[in-house]
């Protein structure tokens, strides 16, 4: 699959979570994004220290300003399982706009076409670092990084952008 | 196994069915049934749809009659196998299963999955809680392993707050679990968990394991520390 690109539509997938009643839900990525604007934020995996103490901060910093700037959802994908995904969640404790989904079997990543091999790492295949951006499941912005970097993935690019 | 049975056998039929699909090109699939037999079975077929290839790999790993790995068993020798770990410094460092046990009493216990909730909550906080009276019996080494890559794993160390009392050790790409031959496919569960471990806690010396409680896929029955106290 070629990655993503600006003008493609959102594919289908769905991703995992536990909601606040610790119930594991699956949600479609259509039922989340259409007639929406939303932000995906990609990221190689979680706990790892740039995701976790860069990027993903960034986000959850900038959450309030890009909902005032009409931004629906906010969703950070990793290929982790949901128990991981939820506990790493958790630490986040300031957070209250962002979604951290499970992309557990890694599918919606390969959808995308966003797939980063990090099996030498003892990773398996995970997700590229990106940071894109949908209006009713049209992508308006991809940004996009060369496997797990941090240039231009950033929620300053996003609202930048905005 | 009996859900890894099932699978395979219907997967078996979902690519005999192809067989009869002459439109698509021909390929060699090697196939493990689920049958005493010890020769693999050999099908020349056409390639199974996009869809049933997960079904593949799931026959592959999870046949309980696979006759590459069998299952270890008490008085076998522990295959090497590489781990890893964050030190203390934070650095990524590796540790190989015969540094763990060579010339010493090691226990090694796995979870499924580490922040999965019997695992949290249960299984390693009591090898925590018993680590000083097992180490008092003799027992040199208590490592935990789970097919999570390190970082999870240091994450989860810190979560329940684990001091140097049990290492918690990353099977990354889940080698020593295959090796072990203990693998737990959760591929078609909708938590996209994938090939995990069993649960299961073992006694080695010098490599050699003397005890070794293992359970049926998740469970939590007799692998935890309370047995492996009362086996000492």
Known sequence: MAPIAVGASLPEGSLQWFDESDQLQSVSVHGLAK?????????????????????????IQSAEELKAKGVDEILVISVNDPFVMKAWAETYSENNHV???????????????LELDLSEKGLGTRSRRYAIFADDLIVKVANIEEGGAFTISGAEDILKAL | MATATTTAATFSTAVRRLCFQTSLPSTSIRLRHVTTSARPTRLISTPTPHRLLPLLRL????????????????????????????????????ITVSDLTKGKKTILFAVPGAFTPTC????????????????????DVIACVSVND?????????????????????????????????????????VGLGVRSRRYSLLAEDGVVKVLNLEEGGSFTNSGAEDMLKAL
């Open chain 2, 150 to 190: 390190a970082f999870v794993m240091k994450a989860w160390k810190e979560d329940l707050k684990v001091g140097d009392e049990v290492l918690l050790l990353s099977d990354g790409n889940g080698a020593f679990t295959k090796a072990l031959g203990v693998e737990l496919d959760l591929s078609d569960k909708p």
């Open chain 1, 99 to 113: 979604k951290f989904l499970a992309d557990g079997s890694g599918k919606y990543t390969e959808a995308l076409g």
């Open chain 2, 120 to 139: 949290s909550q249960k299984h390693l906080p009591g090898f925590v809680e018993k680590a000083k009276e097992l180490k008092a019996k003799g027992v």
């Open chain 1, 35 to 59: 007639d929406k604007k939303v932000v995906l934020v990609g990221v190689p995996g979680a706990f790892t220290p740039t995701c976790s103490m860069q990027h993903v901060p960034g986000f």
């Open chain 2, 59 to 94: 026959s592959a790993t999870a046949s309980p009659s696979s006759t590459t790995t069998s299952t270890i068993s008490v008085g076998d020798k522990l295959p090497d196998a590489t781990l890893s770990y964050f030190g203390s410094d934070g650095e990524l460092k590796t």
